[in-house]
Nanobody, 119 residues
Framework: VLLMESGGGVAQTGGSLRLSCTAS????????MAWHREAVDKERELVAV???????SYLESVKGRFTISRDIAGNTVTLQMRSLKPEDTAVYYC??????????????WGQGTQVTVSS
């Protein structure tokens, strides 16, 4: 199973960016998908999660600005980020809870994508 991320980059304060992550491989079922971020000298934190029933949860500091969604097939998760702030600067990681054929592993991570917000 692979998680391939795209998007990210540089935005000005108040701007927008969109991150996408697609899961591929011998997938039986995808339960939850999420985005985490890790800023320099800070611990990785959960930004947003979308569960298999469509329920979503957000880090308090991004509520109302970020939106997580999944496509109909359920293999792609998107994080739409608006009203960006310099404190949103971090490496963003896609994470998914996946049941795959031939393995008991279920926790998968993308390679990370840099988001930089300039003031």
């Amino acid at each position: 199973v692979l998680l391939m991320e795209s998007g990210g980059g540089v935005a000005q304060t108040g701007g927008s960016l969109r991150l996408s992550c697609t899961a591929s491989g011998d997938i039986f079922d995808i339960k939850g998908m999420a985005w985490h971020r890790e800023a320099v000298d800070k611990e990785r934190e959960l930004v947003a999660v979308i569960r298999s029933n469509g329920a979503t949860s957000y880090l308090e500091s991004v509520k109302g600005r970020f939106t997580i969604s999944r496509d109909i097939a359920g293999n792609t998760v998107t994080l739409q980020m608006r009203s960006l702030k310099p404190e949103d600067t971090a490496v963003y990681y896609c994470n998914a809870d996946i049941l795959a054929f031939g393995t008991t592993e279920s926790d998968y991570w993308g390679q990370g994508t840099q988001v930089t917000v300039s003031s």
